[in-house]
């Protein structure tokens, strides 16, 4: 069965760095865009970052941005998401994402072709 697993989670303190992995399996992955997804405890689905096909193309939410960094290796068949300067509001399940072609602007876990089961992220101290 297709399939994407993240992994890479876990507790961290604030200011702190983590490296998320998704690894695809059983289907071409170079084909598809990656996305990171979030969920805060108690909130909806925010959009993190993109890559596209061949990791020439990437895009951040603002809340992120100039603190992670994604990145993708095709022969591998896994994306990564660098977590640096990590703050409370980080903490969420963190899922991996792959879709053919943009997003809608408003899009739910079904408008993605693979959804991964996510990992935890707690910042805390």
């Known amino acids: 069965q297709a399939q994407l697993v993240e992994s890479g989670g876990g507790l961290v303190q604030p200011g702190g760095s983590l490296r998320l ?17 979030r969920q805060a405890p108690g909130k909806g689905l925010e959009w993190v970052s993109y890559i596209g096909n061949s990791g020439d193309a990437t895009n951040y939410a603002d809340s ?14 896994m994306a990564y998401l660098q977590m640096n300067s990590l ?30 089961q996510g990992t935890q992220v707690t910042v805390s101290s």
């Open 64 to 77: 992120v941005k100039g603190r992670f960094t994604i990145s993708r290796d095709n022969a591998k068949k």
């Open 21 to 37: 992995s998704c690894e695809a399996s059983r289907f071409t992955f170079s084909n598809y865009r990656v996305y990171w997804v």
């Open 87 to 116: 703050n409370a509001e980080d903490t969420a399940v963190y899922h991996c994402a792959a879709r053919r072609f943009g997003l809608p602007k408003k899009w739910s876990e079904k408008d993605f072709s693979y959804w991964g």
